[in-house]
């Protein structure tokens, strides 16, 4: 298989000290796995056996041991996984009568956004209300920022994970470095 380069190879690292950071996670596998209307059950059960973690309801994510599932719509899976076989698994566990596998590692990325004005600077770009108590821990929402789709999912109160599309990547980072310069937001290198 071909070495995934990253992204935002041209993002120049910025100096720590803000209270921001912006950065790439670097994952082994991202599929999407679609159920069809009458396998849901089918597709869970498969879900938990591979990866030892429950399929989450829609519009959150379980996290395991090296691997997230986002729920982003009825029978709709993104999921992230250190292991870089995972997509030779899922389709040896479920047949396309089951459920579509679309391995997406080299079409995805993932970025990490962390700090304490995390929040506060991806407000400035999504129509969302990201106060902790109505978009807790473990939420996932599917959206736009700057006309771009990002899978939005919160990991804790100071940090988001963005999912989105390899293509829009490097100028979603760039918006968002933008938006966050008056908070000393940087990007950091994996």
Avoid: C
Wanted: aromatic share 4%.
């Amino acid at each position: 298989m071909a070495e995934r380069l990253s992204a935002m190879v041209h993002l120049p690292a910025s100096a720590a000290g803000g209270q921001i950071t912006l950065s790439e996670i670097r994952v082994g596998s991202i599929l999407q796995v679609q159920a069809w209307p009458e396998t849901g059950g089918t597709v869970r059960r498969v879900i938990g056996e591979l990866l030892g973690v429950d399929a989450p309801a829609i519009g959150t994510a379980a996290v395991g041991a090296g691997v997230t599932i986002a729920a982003i719509a009825l029978g709709r899976y993104l999921v992230s996984a250190d292991a870089s076989d995972l997509a030779q698994k899922f389709e040896g566990a479920l047949l396309s009568s089951d459920a579509a596998v679309s391995d997406v590692s080299h079409g995805r990325v993932i970025m990490n956004l962390e700090g304490e004005a995390s929040a506060s600077v991806l407000a400035t770009s999504v129509a969302l209300d990201l106060d902790l108590a109505a978009f807790p821990a473990g939420r996932v929402v599917q959206t736009m920022i700057h006309h771009v789709d990002v899978v939005i999912h919160r990991r804790s109160e100071t940090r988001f994970e963005l999912w989105v599309l390899r293509s829009f990547a490097e100028s979603l980072a760039e918006w968002l470095l933008d938006q966050g310069e008056p908070a000393g937001m940087g990007f950091a290198r994996p």
